[in-house]
């Protein structure tokens, strides 16, 4: 998919166990990095420089395949000329006029949004994928308000393993209390649910719940997907009882799973209520919140806003990428592509017998970790990073790949060469 662009040549940069030290220049900027920002992030030992396609190099000039995507944000790649085109086009134009005005970008945004994903009428935009959750959940809340109910009667339900951002509402609704510590008091309201549990869920929701918030396939708790039926399960019981059902899409949508919308594929599936981010901007902060019918009218003049939201740049980029990702070609390559992954890392795991369990969707794929290396998912990264292969985690025993989807075969497989050299040479240090 990167046009008719040279293929950025492929050099081995490491070999078995060696280490990618900085050089002087890189060295004293990351250390500059290290002084003046806060604790809260614990960046590689690299300043990455530039990209094209799959591919990163850092400051030194070494060169990445990037299984990680910025964390599924960069779906097509780095250095589109299209990208680039839709973003200094509107550059030239204005940057910014805030919500007093219209601007078209968001406005043609909003409609294109709206239509693919088939149920959603109204479109409230945000910078990130946690303003989109904390928007849902005042929507969620405001939604149980106009029907009366009091704000002890307005719950909402969140499953264990869960990821929906860092605010205060939206760590609270992340059912993972490793995020929680510190941060109390948490704010009322949320309750939590074992996921893919239908008998639990069947007994929690109930007449005081406002919504049900939910992953479609979880991404930070380790690439779980829901169980078949489940959210239709959910959906029904959130009928019953006049609650909104929420799906955070923001790591899983976009055609990430190989479907634009990760619900396409759960039969029977209409939310009322999805969250997007990450790659809706292919690398622009950008976020939405899509609303369907029967919250449409919830949100009214003065209830919600953001100054940024609705950036005509980021909206302009957002177009762009939305058009791309609704091309048969892509979503050819997804599935081709995550296809040879998956077969790439079952090879690899019947050699190593390092994997308990390769699993996921599409394009966003994770490997666990057999209970004899649980809680090495960093070391391995590391190990992978020096072999010239970025792979995030998900906690400490799960490899995540969420390699840009327009990642060709070639920089596939030179990916899992640099993968199977990583593996190998982590496999003989432990030997
Ligand atoms: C990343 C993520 C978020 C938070 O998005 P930010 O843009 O980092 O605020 C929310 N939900 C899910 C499922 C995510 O993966």
Request: hydrophobic share 40%; aromatic share 8%; with cysteine.
């Given at each position: 998919m990167a046009g008719k662009t040279k293929k950025p040549k492929l050099i081995l940069?490491?070999?078995?166990?060696?280490q990618h030290k900085p050089k002087p220049a890189s060295k004293a900027l990351i250390d500059k990095g290290r002084k003046y920002y806060t604790h809260a992030y614990k960046p590689r030992d690299m300043i990455v420089d530039r990209g094209k396609g799959a591919m990163v190099w850092d400051l030194d000039g070494n060169d990445y395949v990037d299984f990680g995507a910025g964390i599924s944000v960069s779906s097509l790649g780095y250095g589109s000329s299209e990208l680039i085109g839709a973003l200094t086009a509107q550059a030239k134009k204005i940057w910014h006029t805030s919500n007093i005005f219209f601007t078209e970008p968001p406005i043609r945004l909003a409609e294109e949004l709206a239509k693919a994903s088939q149920f959603a009428r109204r479109v409230f935009l945000t910078n990130s994928g946690t303003e989109a959750n904390e928007a849902a959940i005042k929507l969620a809340r405001k939604y149980a308000a106009d029907k009366g109910k009091l704000p002890e009667n307005r719950e909402i339900i969140s499953f264990t393993g869960s990821f929906h951002g860092r605010s205060l509402a939206a760590v609270t609704a992340t059912a993972q209390p490793k995020y929680h510590v510190g941060f109390e008091p948490l704010p009322p309201g949320f309750r939590y649910c074992a996921f893919n549990d239908f008998e639990a869920i069947e007994q929690m929701v109930s007449e005081n719940t406002c919504a049900v918030i939910s992953e479609v396939v979880q991404g930070e708790g380790g690439i779980t997907p829901a169980a078949p039926g489940f959210l239709k399960h959910v959906q029904a019981l959130c009928r019953k009882h006049d609650a909104l059902l929420i799906l955070d899409q923001v790591q899983d949508g976009m055609l990430r799973t190989g479907k634009l919308f990760s619900h396409f594929a759960e039969e029977g599936v209409v939310p009322d209520v999805v969250t997007l981010a990450k790659a809706l901007g292919g690398g622009m902060p950008i976020g939405a919140m899509l609303i369907g019918e029967r919250a449409e009218n919830t949100f009214q003049f003065g209830s919600h806003g953001s100054t940024f939201g609705g950036n005509p740049l980021a909206c302009a980029v957002a177009r762009v990428v939305l058009k791309k990702l609704q091309t048969p070609e892509l979503v050819k390559n997804v599935a081709a592509r995550g296809k040879q992954l998956t077969t790439a890392l079952a090879a690899i795991n019947k050699k190593?017998?390092?994997?308990?369990e390769i699993r996921g969707r599409g394009l966003m794929i994770g490997a666990e970790l057999a209970p004899n290396f649980h809680g090495k998912a960093g070391e391995i990264g590391e190990l992978c990073r020096h072999h010239g292969v970025l792979v995030l985690q998900a906690g400490p025993n799960v490899l995540r790949f969420l390699p840009p989807l327009v990642i060709t075969d070639k920089e596939m497989r030179e990916g899992i060469t640099r993968l199977n050299d990583a593996i190998s040479a982590y496999i003989i240090s432990k030997k």
């Amino acid at each position: 998919m990167a046009g008719k662009t040279k293929k950025p040549k492929l050099i081995l940069v490491a070999k078995k166990g060696q280490q990618h030290k900085p050089k002087p220049a890189s060295k004293a900027l990351i250390d500059k990095g290290r002084k003046y920002y806060t604790h809260a992030y614990k960046p590689r030992d690299m300043i990455v420089d530039r990209g094209k396609g799959a591919m990163v190099w850092d400051l030194d000039g070494n060169d990445y395949v990037d299984f990680g995507a910025g964390i599924s944000v960069s779906s097509l790649g780095y250095g589109s000329s299209e990208l680039i085109g839709a973003l200094t086009a509107q550059a030239k134009k204005i940057w910014h006029t805030s919500n007093i005005f219209f601007t078209e970008p968001p406005i043609r945004l909003a409609e294109e949004l709206a239509k693919a994903s088939q149920f959603a009428r109204r479109v409230f935009l945000t910078n990130s994928g946690t303003e989109a959750n904390e928007a849902a959940i005042k929507l969620a809340r405001k939604y149980a308000a106009d029907k009366g109910k009091l704000p002890e009667n307005r719950e909402i339900i969140s499953f264990t393993g869960s990821f929906h951002g860092r605010s205060l509402a939206a760590v609270t609704a992340t059912a993972q209390p490793k995020y929680h510590v510190g941060f109390e008091p948490l704010p009322p309201g949320f309750r939590y649910c074992a996921f893919n549990d239908f008998e639990a869920i069947e007994q929690m929701v109930s007449e005081n719940t406002c919504a049900v918030i939910s992953e479609v396939v979880q991404g930070e708790g380790g690439i779980t997907p829901a169980a078949p039926g489940f959210l239709k399960h959910v959906q029904a019981l959130c009928r019953k009882h006049d609650a909104l059902l929420i799906l955070d899409q923001v790591q899983d949508g976009m055609l990430r799973t190989g479907k634009l919308f990760s619900h396409f594929a759960e039969e029977g599936v209409v939310p009322d209520v999805v969250t997007l981010a990450k790659a809706l901007g292919g690398g622009m902060p950008i976020g939405a919140m899509l609303i369907g019918e029967r919250a449409e009218n919830t949100f009214q003049f003065g209830s919600h806003g953001s100054t940024f939201g609705g950036n005509p740049l980021a909206c302009a980029v957002a177009r762009v990428v939305l058009k791309k990702l609704q091309t048969p070609e892509l979503v050819k390559n997804v599935a081709a592509r995550g296809k040879q992954l998956t077969t790439a890392l079952a090879a690899i795991n019947k050699k190593h017998a390092l994997f308990a369990e390769i699993r996921g969707r599409g394009l966003m794929i994770g490997a666990e970790l057999a209970p004899n290396f649980h809680g090495k998912a960093g070391e391995i990264g590391e190990l992978c990073r020096h072999h010239g292969v970025l792979v995030l985690q998900a906690g400490p025993n799960v490899l995540r790949f969420l390699p840009p989807l327009v990642i060709t075969d070639k920089e596939m497989r030179e990916g899992i060469t640099r993968l199977n050299d990583a593996i190998s040479a982590y496999i003989i240090s432990k030997k």
